[in-house]
């Protein structure tokens, strides 16, 4: 058994990342022991551990308990506080096992299928376009935060809409997003990341609540209508099970899609000759969003716990042990991509592990490829001069996600800027079929306040 410590610091190399510490991963074996995250876990390093991992059965998703616990004292007054936030984590699809994640998941699976997102296309295309044109109003003479403008801003509406919520409170939605992102990116968390994360979480199970008991509140066609259609015929429950789908599908649906948003546009402006093709060539862009996962996947790793004792690849694995397949090793494999340490935007390997694989494939995949894929070939037409102001990017520190807290991009100029009203798109309202407009709000900081969605 090879033992590795201080894996967790491997992330703290901002841009280059933490794929040189996994290279040497591999190459001491596809199963390792750390003692550095969670109290001891076992690392999975290559792509035929993770992927074969990923579709175990023998590898249990339900590992919130100990977890969100970790920090607490058996009988203490935190422990009992920490039970509302332990049972939404372990009622959310994410973190169940058969029989209760086919059945969550069908209730869902209708509000991702293909024609659903195809019809939501034109909605993000306006949204797109719209931003676009708010960050060259506002920053025609000096650098945007593209991560503040455009990344955290585009998948919150694009999740409200997919969900049916008619608005949504920004400034709250983005500070819970932030509070369970640190606190699910934590390997132990500490005692304000857990407040942060317990407050947050009630307060969205709070608005759940409330929108749910107004079935006025969100649309007819989005994924809420689904949720309350399943509660009623008896396939979801009531209460926390029913809180936690919702929580999480906001939470899902904004956090990973922010941070890939931000590193694509970051490493196709570090490889013009990718960008340059792009511009060339608008239909690469599907590959180049698919191997822009590969590279630089927004979840690095995720986290099973073994149901029996097993073994893996000879290695020896207790009932209770924890396991962690590293996506991001895997996505740089040599043994399954040639040249795993290039952008290689016509490569032709179906698809990285950046989503999982087997029953918890991520259901949103296909909606954050189609919104990457909308956003990049939208900045590359309007922008192919576009740039990156140098030593500006900033990169979060976590060894789960790879992404930026900022990101300031120098916008060319270009004559005869659009306005607003000249891109924007009318978008039909899924009660009344009135067109109208959907036009965000903003504070004087520039801070969006509320999203709104016209109904009759």
Excluded at 116 to 144: N, Q, W, Y
Excluded at 146 to 165: D, K, M, Q, S
Excluded at 173 to 193: H, K, N, R, V, Y
Excluded at 251 to 257: D, L, Q
Aim: hydrophobic content about 40%; glycine content about 8%; aromatic content about 8%.
């Amino acid at each position: 058994m090879t033992i590795v410590g201080r894996f967790e610091s491997c992330h703290l190399a901002g841009a280059a990342g933490p794929y040189a510490t996994y290279a040497q991963l591999r190459s001491s074996g596809p199963v390792l022991r750390t003692t550095d995250l969670f109290g001891g876990a076992w690392l999975l390093t290559t792509h035929e551990a993770v992927q074969a991992a990923l579709r175990d059965p023998r590898l249990s998703a339900r590992r919130t308990g100990g977890w969100v616990m970790r920090n607490s004292m058996r009988g203490s007054e935190r422990r009992r506080e920490l039970v509302g936030l332990q049972r939404l984590f372990a009622r959310a699809m994410l973190f169940v096992d058969k029989p209760s994640h086919p059945r969550l998941r069908q209730a869902m699976q209708a509000g991702f299928r293909p024609s659903a997102i195809e019809a939501l296309k034109p909605f993000v295309i306006g949204s797109v376009e719209r931003l676009l044109d708010d960050m060259e109003r506002t920053h025609a003479d000096r650098p945007c935060d593209f991560i503040e403008c455009f990344a955290r801003v585009l998948p919150a509406r694009i999740i409200a809409r997919l969900l049916g919520l008619f608005e949504v409170n920004a400034t709250e939605f983005l500070t819970w997003s932030s509070d369970l992102a640190a606190f699910i990116g934590a390997s132990l968390p500490d005692e304000d990341q857990t407040e942060r994360a317990l407050c947050s979480i009630m307060a969205m199970g709070k608005y759940f609540e409330r929108v749910l008991e107004d079935e006025s509140s969100f649309s007819q066609d989005g994924i809420l209508r689904l949720l309350v259609q399943a509660q009623k015929s008896g396939q979801i429950e009531k209460g926390p099970e029913l809180l936690a789908q919702c929580a999480m599908l906001l939470f899902a649906g904004h956090e990973t899609t922010r941070h890939f948003l931000g590193t694509s546009i970051y490493w196709l402006l570090r490889n013009r000759d990718a960008w340059d093709s792009i511009r060339a060539d608008p239909t690469l862009v599907k590959g180049a969003v698919r191997e822009l996962l590969r590279w630089d996947s927004p979840v690095q790793y995720t986290g099973r716990r073994a149901n029996c004792d097993l073994e893996l690849h000879g290695t020896k694995i207790r009932r209770g042990d924890l396991v962690l397949p590293l996506i991001g090793a895997a996505n740089r494999d040599p043994a399954e991509y040639a040249d795993p340490d290039a952008i290689q935007i016509d490569r032709r390997s179906g698809m990285p592990l950046s989503f999982g694989s087997g029953p918890h494939v991520c259901i949103g995949a296909a909606l954050t490829l189609m919104e990457a894929e909308v956003a990049i070939a939208a900045i590359v037409r309007r922008w192919p001069g576009l740039d990156v102001v140098p030593e500006s990017d900033n990169w979060i520190d976590s060894p789960l996600y790879r992404g930026m807290a900022s990101l300031h991009l120098r916008l060319p100029p270009r004559p005869g800027r659009a306005t607003r009203a000249t891109h924007a798109v009318q978008e039909r309202s899924v009660l009344s079929g009135v067109l109208h407009e959907a036009e965000p709000h903003w504070n004087g900081g520039r801070v969006l306040t509320s999203l709104p969605l016209e109904r009759t």
